[in-house]
């Protein structure tokens, strides 16, 4: 079975693991407090033009979302989403978990709108009753999305003026960030991202890592006590030293970029094929992601060969699902679906 249903089906780049057994028997102190978490530290640093940023590793995705907004928000204030965000359908209520609502706002495309951040601001503090409900206390999209969909730079410009505005930190989940910045068409770098947020992370378990995600906070404000509760929320790892070779490797000679650049020319080529084959797409993903809307019956064709992701029906007869790319996807692999593609 060649898999093609997520980004996380492999193990790690060679050259993380190469790295870990050269310093296996290293001794280092624990808690990302050691040389290799700060040689990490200084490159994102570095790549995000900020030397003033706080950067901290934790060992997942949901920790990090988790950590993130419930460091951010007070008892009575919830986090504005899109109702297909990530924290919204893919977190066993994580969120909620930490007493929590995720206010979320219809989106077609994953994203969400400075025009949609402001009418849940406005809607809430016009509304008389308004200390009976629950606050809007920040704001959380990704890049790219659960939908393959990425922001540009003037729609990311747009929520960040409205959120400032209105107060109210903008989040970035950044679990497929380097998918995100090497899509075809991309207008954002990593330097507008750590100028447009108050706080965002970088991907590792689906960009090349074993797992991990670098948290970096760019707001003062929102620095204060962090580790205190990456700790309470389980997500700081006592060998951080694990999540600091991985990501210190991954910034060494633009590593991070190339595995990043590398999944989404092999998404293009799979999305050039279902094209050519006449086939629509759910939706117009230049990243890693691809939404092909199939027959069932070709679908059951390819699925004796090629595992993928159910997403949803069309209609009675077509389905559309998610193939995805990885750091890892061999050009050989990709070279048979396409071949299977053409042949249906």
């Known amino acids: 079975m060649i898999r093609f249903?997520?980004?996380?089906?492999?193990?790690?780049?060679?050259?993380?693991?190469q790295k870990m057994m050269e310093t296996n028997l290293e001794q280092t102190p624990g808690y990302g407090v050691d040389v290799?978490?700060?040689?990490?530290?200084?490159?994102?640093?570095?790549?995000?033009?900020n030397d003033e940023l706080d950067v901290h590793f934790l060992v997942g995705g949901t920790q990090a979302n988790m950590t993130v907004i419930s460091s951010i928000l007070r008892p009575h204030q919830g986090v504005i989403s899109a109702n297909t965000g990530h924290i919204n359908v893919h977190e066993t209520g994580a969120i909620e978990?930490?007493?929590?609502?995720?206010?979320?706002?219809?989106?077609?495309?994953?994203?969400?709108?400075?025009?949609?951040?402001?009418?849940?601001y406005e809607g809430h503090w016009n509304d008389v009753t308004h200390e009976h409900m629950v606050q809007p206390g920040m704001v959380y999209i990704s890049h790219p999305t659960e939908n393959g969909t990425t922001y540009t730079k003037p729609e990311l410009?747009?929520?960040?003026?409205?959120?400032?505005?209105?107060?109210?930190?903008?989040?970035?989940?950044?679990?497929?960030?380097?998918y995100g910045l090497k899509a075809h068409g991309n207008d954002l770098t990593i330097l507008d991202i750590a100028a447009l947020t108050d706080i965002f992370y970088i991907g590792g378990t689906k960009v090349g890592a074993l797992f991990g995600e670098a948290v970096v906070i760019t707001n003062e404000d929102l620095k204060k006590d962090f580790r205190y509760l990456i700790k309470q929320r389980g997500g700081m790892l006592a060998k951080g030293r694990l999540l600091g070779i991985q990501f210190d490797v991954l910034f060494n000679d633009g590593l991070y970029f190339e595995l990043s650049e590398h999944a989404v020319n092999m998404a293009m080529i799979i999305?050039?094929?279902f094209r050519e084959k006449g086939y629509e797409f759910?939706?117009?993903?230049?990243?890693?992601?691809?939404?092909?809307?199939?027959?069932?019956?070709?679908?059951?064709?390819?699925?004796?060969?090629?595992?993928?992701?159910?997403?949803?029906?069309?209609?009675?007869?077509?389905?559309?699902?998610?193939?995805?790319?990885?750091?890892?996807?061999?050009?050989?692999?990709?070279?048979s679906l396409v071949s299977d593609i053409a042949s249906l």
């Open 36 to 49: 290799y978490c700060e040689s990490a530290r200084k490159k994102i640093k570095e790549l995000c033009g």
């Open 97 to 120: 978990a930490t007493g929590h609502k995720v206010l979320t706002v219809a989106s077609a495309d994953g994203k969400i709108t400075a025009k949609q951040v402001k009418e849940v």
């Open 271 to 273: 999305k050039n094929a």
């Open 5 to 17: 249903e997520c980004d996380y089906a492999e193990g790690a780049h060679p050259k993380i693991l």
């Open 157 to 178: 410009e747009a929520l960040s003026k409205v959120c400032k505005e209105c107060r109210l930190p903008l989040f970035m989940d950044g679990a497929r960030l380097g």
């Open 282 to 335: 759910l939706y117009d993903s230049y990243t890693n992601q691809q939404f092909p809307i199939i027959p069932d019956d070709k679908l059951e064709i390819l699925s004796q060969k090629y595992s993928y992701s159910f997403w949803e029906k069309a209609d009675e007869r077509n389905t559309a699902v998610r193939f995805c790319t990885s750091w890892a996807t061999r050009e050989d692999d990709v070279k």
